[in-house]
């Protein structure tokens, strides 16, 4: 009996050894999970295909925008904006970003949340005035019929 106590106490520091565990690296992450509704600053909602970007620190997640600005879906089984970093970060920001304009609002990272945010961005409106046809050696280059 007192054999197999001994050896079972050798396998346990054998794995001990063999298995070590880096404290620094520590336990994995919770994500963070968001969806919602962005819409631009009149209201109107983003087109469907739309990259909507998640911004924490360093690292990008990112997701496509449904029909109605929609991104992700509620219920536990729903599609989400998961922001899963490789670090956890204490206090940090999370940024929003349709291609290089960045929305109104932000969100302070809590690891295991599951979170509606509906998000406003203030795209630039382009208006178009005075076009003239395009010329290559003072000729048009799309000369009309």
Same mark, same amino acid.
């Given at each position: ?23 620094? !690296? &520590? ?7 968001? %969806? ?7 209201? #109107?909602?983003?087109? +469907?295909?739309?990259?909507?970007? +998640?911004?924490? !620190?360093?690292? !990008? ?6 029909? &109605?600005?929609? @991104?992700? /879906?509620?219920?536990? %089984?729903? *599609?989400?904006?998961?922001? /899963? ?9 999370? /940024? @929003? ?5 960045? #929305?109104?609002?932000? *969100?302070?990272?809590? +690891? ?29 280059? %799309?000369?009309?019929?």
């Amino acid at each position: 009996m007192v054999k197999y106590r001994v050896l079972g106490i050798l396998c346990v520091i054998l794995l001990i050894v063999t298995f070590p565990v880096n404290a620094e !690296e &520590g336990l994995p992450t919770l994500p963070a999970q968001y %969806f919602g509704i962005i819409t631009t600053d009149s209201g #109107t909602p983003l087109p +469907a295909g739309t990259t909507l970007t +998640a911004k924490l !620190e360093t690292e !990008e997640y990112t997701i496509v925008l449904g029909n &109605g600005g929609a @991104f992700g /879906s509620p219920g536990t %089984f729903g *599609e989400k904006l998961i922001i /899963s970093p490789s670090i956890t970060p204490s206090n940090k920001t999370i /940024s @929003f970003w349709i291609g290089n304009t960045q #929305t109104e609002e932000t *969100e302070i990272y809590q +690891a295991g949340v599951a979170k509606k945010i509906n998000l406003t961005v203030s795209l630039p409106t382009v208006s178009v005035q005075n076009q003239t046809a395009p010329t290559l050696y003072g000729r048009d280059i %799309f000369p009309q019929k």
